[in-house]
């Protein structure tokens, strides 16, 4: 195990008023660190969950952050289009709105416009889409992007950049990857300087490893506060996703945080860690577990299996969580197959709960140096299943 201190930017030690990073303890390519901001650390590897319209679905704030959430997640997109940005700010932004007074991460739009958007129309200098909710026409450049995202009052706000499909033609593919670091520099420009607050570029490249590399260094080039890789997990195998990171990684400053955008399942947490990744999002957790499924130690359970119709057991004897101990299975089961709210409340919580649990397994595994073998025996277990009761 290696242990070193980093920070970004100039500054030898982060304070509270800054934005920092300090990596405290690595294991092979896995990385141990803190994020500091004024209004909190975030403690890395970190998995922050969505809130894309000012909530994490189905839960309260003080549960989220009850379950060691650190940062959560706003939609640039979403907030834009309802309630307004500009009524957000007026409102005192999104941490007074949503009742989270610590740090929110913010996408910059550009998935969201990408996969949902009507009528999309791309030019060099933006994107001109009309609503998915009510078809209502919008524009959303590089600048607007940025200024949103200071409206809504963001700690950590993403750049603009256009996110293709995969499979996609290497043409097109390199045309958005130049295209996003075009609006990387103008994001960066349109940001300033904001104490205590971070903008981050996105590595784009499709599946081409090339193409990722260039991404990575041109971005590592404009000094920014962190490094996301993002255009992945949008249906390409695992596989792929891993070998895009294994190239990416190594090309991003190593005293900067990495997040990999919209990822993921467990194992691709694990997996993603293991080659240097600090920062995670992924609405799995609150979408599985408004449709009956449940993440536990033993792997995913799915509720509305008539197996669990009698079954007093609860999803995790040993959780600290009160939703996965404290309820039997018959109940939640009870609950999703008759559609009732709580039953998408419950499994949630426990999905949140879950995660964390993971996340706080492997940052002590990276600190200890055996993080090799806690990814291995939670495999197993994860392979051993949720055995059914005799």
């Not at 704030?61 to 009524?87: C, F, K």
């Not at 990416?248 to 955008?261: G, N, S, T, V």
């Not at 709960?353 to 993080?371: K, P």
Request: charged share 25%.
């Amino acid at each position: 195990m290696i242990t070193q201190q980093s920070t970004c930017g100039d500054s030898r030690h982060a304070t509270a008023e800054r934005f920092g990073f300090r990596l405290t303890a690595t294991d092979g390519k896995a990385r141990r660190g803190e994020i500091t901001m004024p209004r909190g650390t975030v403690r890395t590897p970190a998995f922050m969950p969505v809130g894309t319209a000012g909530t994490v679905k189905a839960m309260y704030m003080d549960q989220v952050r009850a379950a060691g959430s650190d940062i959560i997640l706003g939609n640039t997109y979403h907030l834009m289009l309802r309630p307004g940005a500009e009524r957000l700010a007026a409102l005192g932004g999104l941490h007074e709105f949503a009742r989270w007074p610590w740090p929110i991460l913010t996408d910059s739009g550009g998935f969201q416009v990408m996969s949902l958007a009507q009528l999309r129309k791309l030019d060099e200098d933006g994107v001109t889409f009309r609503s998915h909710i009510d078809g209502s026409s919008h524009r959303l450049t590089p600048e607007r992007s940025i200024e949103i995202q200071g409206l809504l009052g963001a700690d950590i706000q993403m750049q603009l950049d256009e996110c293709v499909a995969l499979p996609s033609k290497p043409d097109q593919v390199e045309r958005a990857m130049e295209m996003s670091l075009r609006w990387a520099e103008r994001c960066r420009t349109a940001f300033g300087e904001q104490p205590g607050k971070a903008m981050f570029g996105i590595v784009q490249g499709g599946d081409l490893p090339a193409l990722r590399v260039r991404s990575a260094r041109a971005l590592k080039a404009m000094d920014l506060k962190g490094y996301a890789i993002g255009g992945l997990a949008v249906g390409e195998p695992q596989a792929v996703m891993l070998e895009i990171l294994d190239v990416a990684c190594p090309e991003l400053p190593a005293d900067r945080p990495r997040y990999l955008m919209g990822v993921g399942t467990p194992d691709d947490i694990l997996k993603s860690v293991a080659l240097g990744i600090d920062m995670f999002d992924c609405v799995m957790p609150t979408r599985a577990g408004r449709h009956g499924l449940a993440y536990t130690r033993r792997g995913k359970v799915n509720l509305r299996n008539a197996r669990h119709a009698e079954d007093r057991r609860p999803l995790d004897e040993e959780s600290d969580c009160p939703a996965a101990r404290d309820y039997s299975r018959a109940y939640l089961h009870h609950l999703v197959r008759s559609q009732e709210a709580l039953g998408a409340m419950l499994l949630t919580w426990n999905n949140l709960a879950y995660y964390q649990h993971l996340m706080q397994g492997i940052r002590e595994a990276i600190e200890s140096g055996t993080f090799a073998e806690r990814a291995a025996a939670i495999g197993e277990t994860w392979a051993r299943g949720d055995i059914p009761p005799p």
